[in-house]
């Protein structure tokens, strides 16, 4: 009983970081419809921060006054985030800006790791809190006890700001509907900024409160990430009791999950997740969201048509040129050149459902990594010939693609995005814990090819065929009938629905090509390089596929394979220097500023503009 | 003749509010049926009722002898029930014509074809149903700039594309100047005539109402409280005040309900 109880007292303990984290989060979404994949950075960033602060300020005064200067500090820092990179891509596409967020991440990763070093920093203790008291014999440590104290007034303090202050108001009104409030004669970029200066300084809080307790590391950002995610969906977007409520029970149950299941800990919380959602779509305390409420800002879409000539000519001469490629170039760049196409193709599975479908995933890796697994799994307990498994890849990811999308397309929006980042994570967590069959950390390695293409150069061939056709299959789905219903569903679900179209059928079945392809590449992936580990199935993996599909441009056809060769390269080059992440991170941020149509469309503009391509008659 | 459509003691509650109560009505083959109250009368319940948006609390839909209450939109809709909406809803990413071909494509069932070029398909079919409704000429045009005017008369192309036995129009000339009205009621009243199509219609312009429609209901506050021609309705008592409304009007159903 005494164990029972001081499990969960730990468990409430831990949730307070996660409530303030998480509800900074999901305040920023309500108001400016941004995702900031970038919070988890801000959380890292407090608990840094809030160390440094802590070795100059001493006794009790300077622990606690430490920690309400990293939350302001982080504020700041959050706010010239906000204003140098959110601005400019307000008025970008729909969910555009994350990509600049992710590009925060990168750079906040490699600053963190200049100025603090790569090595884990051990938090002090708060001065007058570091012994234990017994309850009931077990030992709790006194910290755990005032973090639970101070956790609610934190809620109360945030629930008293947004439901009786007139900027509460603001808040909840622009969440509601913004454009209304900008009609209001509200100032929109200072309403955003503040929530931006509020949220983050909430993550900062967050992560300075926690040091005492687990300290500071480079990999904060992205641990605490999934659980934020789970904890704002799980609450319900928007929903400040219902964030708090569900930091509650995810704290709780990892506790738990720790002392009682160790090997799951880690699915646990998403499948609490998926629970929640299959009966209460919103999350616990969520309310329906309004359809069309995410205005579509930036053009509109332009309607596609199979490439003209002169591109039809430009894509020739590329893929002679690639075709060639082992006769005058070296072993490195036919290597380099193979894992380019496979992401390619794996990005273009990714755009197709993205962009025909406007279905975002933040789970595609679960696919991908899925497809790379199935084929070792195969041929590491089956010794499975390389051509089957590589049959066998496309079709366990498209399997495993008819399941999840059954689960996730009962939802919509952000919560379709959650749901396939809940199973993506499932994946990724059964590869690592699972550790008697999948080899856990460790991987499954020798996984070669058969015989006859284990020479790189042979290889390269059937990577090329595979990937060119993959696309090419997934371009002409674009053209063909299916392509357009897909698009029709996204257009207009009612009219879609009121002329015969099963729009939540055609997304499944877009959803479950999709998977298949991105199996393919995953196939293709493992007998490139031989071995294959967890972090393939990761959520950064999800989000370099979802960066690359934007940064080519989501609204263009060409978007996926071209944002991924893209991206590739430049990151095979940049990852030479030391600090490359920050080198990458600034590249992605000025591409998004400088186009925010991605690549494809940016260059499209300009070769209308200078007369190159022929502007359509509507076109302005 | 069997009617095309006939409805009986349709109803639906949200909660205690009735917002359509006890709705019985034919429509026969051919017909331009109008169906007219003020605001929040139920018009739009009715209709979605119709189309499968909404299912009845109780009541049927029989469409040529077949109940379709309760079935989804796009079932109904594979029955030869062709709809327009209020606020239009087209593909905005596609042209004007490949909005037709969509819906031929559904019709014809090819929704799932990988092998052939959607915009290569039905494109004649197409066509010709833009040149019904006058809009050939945009037939290449990009969907998103079209005037409001020319949106509703592409719906009205993809709502015949499957050539329906009956055609549900939610308002159809909202929002657009009036002589565009005059010209799309026109060029509806022609297309039935030619086809044999029956119209339900709803419509608050009542020019519009009067100057097309073969017969008129009236609903108010869910019920239908008047029915006939045009000039029969035109000259009663009870819809002029609930037309004019005011006082009058509560006084009129206090009357009612002790009659």
Known sequence: MGLFIAQILTGLANAGALFMVASGLSLIFGVTRVVNFAHGSFYMLGAYVGYSLMQALPGVAGFWGAILLAGLIVGVIGVIVEICVLRPVYRAPELFQLVATFGVILVIQDLTLMIWGPQDLLGPRAPGLKGIIRIMGEPVPQYDIALIAITPFVAIGLWYLITRTRVGTLVRAATQDREMVGALGVNQSWLFTGVFFLGCALAGLGGALQLPKGGADLLMDFSILGAVFVVVVIGGMGSLPGAYLAAVIISILNVFGVTYAPQSTLVLMFVVMVVVLMIRPFGLLGKEEVAGEHGQTGEPERPIKPAGPRIRLLVTTLLVILALLPLYSGNFAVVLVTDIMIFCLFAASLHFMLGQGGLVSFGHAAFFGGGAYAAALLVTYASTPMELALVLAPVSAGLAAIVIGWVCLRSTGVYFAMLTLAFGQLLWSLAFQWGDVTGGDDGLVNIWPSAWASDNTVYYYLAFTLCVGGILLLRQAAHAPFGYALRAARDSTRQAEATGINTKRVQWVAFTFAGTMAGLAGGLFVFSKGSIFPNELETARSFDALIVVFLGGVKTLSGGWVGGAFFEGAKDYLTRFEYWRLTLGLLIIFVVILGPEGIVGSLRKAGERIGLLKTPEDAT | ?259
């Open chain 2, 1 to 259: 003749m069997s009617p095309i459509l006939s409805v009986r003691n349709l109803s639906r509650n949200f909660g205690a509010i009735k917002a359509v109560d006890d709705v019985s009505f034919d429509l026969a083959k051919g017909e331009l049926l109008a169906l007219i109250g003020p605001n929040g009368a139920g018009k739009s319940t009715c209709f979605n009722m119709l189309m499968g948006q909404l299912r009845p609390s109780s009541g049927t839909v029989q469409l040529m002898g077949k109940n379709i209450a309760g079935m989804q939109p796009r079932k109904i809709w594979r029955m030869g029930v062709g709809r327009t909406f209020q606020i239009t809803a087209t593909y905005v990413s596609m042209t004007v014509v490949e909005n037709v071909q969509m819906a031929l494509i559904s019709h014809h069932r090819r929704l799932y074809s990988l092998t052939s070029f959607a915009h290569k398909l039905y494109r004649d079919k197409a066509l010709a149903l833009l040149e019904t409704v006058g809009m050939a000429d945009q037939a290449d045009r990009h969907c998103a700039v079209l005037a409001y005017g020319d949106l509703k008369r592409l719906e009205l192309a993809v709502a015949l594309a499957h050539d329906p036995v009956l055609l549900l129009m939610d308002e159809p000339t909202a929002g657009m100047a009036p002589r565009e009205r005059i010209a799309l009621m026109q060029l509806t009243a022609d297309i039935l005539a030619q086809r044999g199509i029956s119209v339900l219609f709803t419509e608050h312009d009542m020019d519009v109402v009067f100057a097309h429609s073969h017969r008129i209901m009236v609903l108010n506050r869910g019920q239908l409280i008047a029915e006939g021609t045009v000039d029969e309705i035109r000259n009663n008592r009870q819809v002029q005040e609930v037309y004019l409304g005011g006082g009058t009007l509560f006084k009129a159903a206090e009357d009612d309900a002790h009659a």
